[in-house]
């Protein structure tokens, strides 16, 4: 039996540097022995099925061909449709009504509790906000990621120490569930 995964490669194709083109990712990953995969924009999402493995493994292994095939490391998170519909599906705040650049989803590697953020005083950022979900943060910010204090502050090393997070818009949390659905 295959599964549909997508494979998100953290802090790729930002700022001219970690060059990944989609066509070199899209062979890495069939010359892996992955099928239907398709890859999507330019900023490291990838889907494909696999029939072996598992979401740690597969993760490893698509970061061990992308360092040996571009020379530099990348964090890759693999995560199967089931789970990133469940993501999208529990989302708790009314994604119809926002612009997507105001609504995020960070993955993380493994599962995150509150003592994690434990230091952040959630009502200095107001109207920004954030809120935990299933090895995910979804993030609320009105003004966009870019303009966003309480992103910055969520982004630092302290917080995300021995895990792996990638941060995408709502249009792309919806994308990866239908492109991993079909």
């Not at 597969?58 to 970061?63: S, V």
């Not at 529990?90 to 003592?115: I, M, N, R």
């Not at 005083?121 to 003004?143: K, S």
């Not at 502050?153 to 895990?163: A, T």
Request: glycine share 8%; net charge negative.
């Amino acid at each position: 039996m295959t599964t549909m995964y997508a494979a998100l490669l953290r802090g790729i194709n930002v700022g001219g540097s970690r060059k990944v083109p989609m066509a070199d990712l899209r062979s890495l990953l069939s010359g892996l022995g992955h099928e239907d995969v398709a890859t999507h924009l330019q900023s490291g999402q990838a889907v494909f099925s696999s029939g072996r493995g598992d979401e740690e493994s597969l993760a490893a292994e698509i970061a061990h061909a992308v360092e040996q095939h571009f020379g530099f490391a990348v964090d890759v998170i693999v995560r199967d449709h089931a789970y990133l519909k469940a993501v999208a599906d529990a989302c708790p705040y009314p994604a119809a009504d926002l612009e997507p650049k105001q609504l995020h989803v960070t993955y993380f590697s493994a599962p995150v509790g509150p003592e994690r953020f434990a230091e952040i005083d959630q009502a200095a950022y107001l109207p920004e906000e954030f809120r935990l979900g299933d090895r995910a943060l979804y993030l609320y910010a009105p003004d966009g990621l870019g303009r966003s204090k309480l992103a910055e502050h969520l982004s630092k090393p302290r917080i995300n120490k021995g895990i792996v997070a990638t941060t995408r818009n709502w249009n792309t949390v919806v994308k990866l569930v239908e492109l991993t659905g079909a």
